[in-house]
């Protein structure tokens, strides 16, 4: 066997130290030896944050919209925070058991916009329902006694 034949050059290691980049052969198409192994880079950090194959929850980011709009909704009678914060806290839910069931499928960030969705929707839901049960006890006493209705407003000029 020929020297060449017994030592080709594809298989020959580069010395780094030389500062050298590796040229192509005359009659070969690839460089002397192959790149180094690389890894892949961690999960959850492929594709801007996104796991690989990951998806957001369909519903995460409506719930976290409604859940926030859901808090000042409460001063409007009380109806369109709980409206609003029903809907939130459905919909939250609905998408933390999706998660829960194929946590791998989905991203953490959806889940965590999901999870907060869900809890505004519950806090705007209970302040609607005090809110609501407010403004029925002081229409309900208006109608019981009304000269004690009259009496406080008049009292406030």
């Given amino acids: 066997?020929?020297?060449?034949?017994?030592?080709?050059q594809e298989n020959q290691p580069i010395d780094l130290s030389k500062n050298e980049i590796p040229q192509p052969n005359a009659g070969n198409t690839?460089?002397?030896?192959?790149?180094?192994?690389q890894q892949?880079?961690?999960?959850?950090?492929?594709?801007?944050?996104?796991g690989m194959g990951q998806q957001n929850l369909p519903n995460a980011t409506a719930s976290?919209?409604?859940?926030?709009i859901a808090l000042p909704a409460?001063?409007?009678?009380?109806?369109?925070?709980?409206?609003?914060?029903?809907?939130?806290?459905?919909l939250g839910a609905g998408d933390m058991?999706?998660?829960?069931?194929?946590?791998?499928?989905?991203t953490e960030s959806s889940y965590k916009n999901a999870k907060a969705g869900k809890i505004c929707g519950m806090i705007a839901t209970i302040l609607?329902?005090?809110?609501?049960?407010?403004?029925?006890l002081v229409i309900v006493g208006a109608i019981a006694n009304?000269?004690?209705y009259d009496k406080f407003f008049k009292g406030m000029h």
């Avoid at 892949?40 to 996104?50: A, L, S």
């Fill in 64 to 68: 976290l919209v409604l859940g926030i």
């Fill in 97 to 106: 058991k999706k998660y829960q069931l194929n946590p791998t499928f989905y």
């Fill in 128 to 136: 609607s329902v005090l809110f609501i049960a407010i403004v029925i």
């Fill in 1 to 8: 066997m020929s020297e060449e034949q017994e030592k080709p």
């Fill in 30 to 37: 690839g460089f002397a030896t192959p790149p180094p192994f």
């Fill in 40 to 50: 892949p880079p961690p999960f959850g950090q492929f594709g801007g944050g996104m």
């Fill in 74 to 90: 409460c001063c409007f009678y009380g109806i369109f925070g709980l409206i609003f914060g029903i809907i939130a806290w459905v």
């Fill in 146 to 148: 009304p000269a004690a």
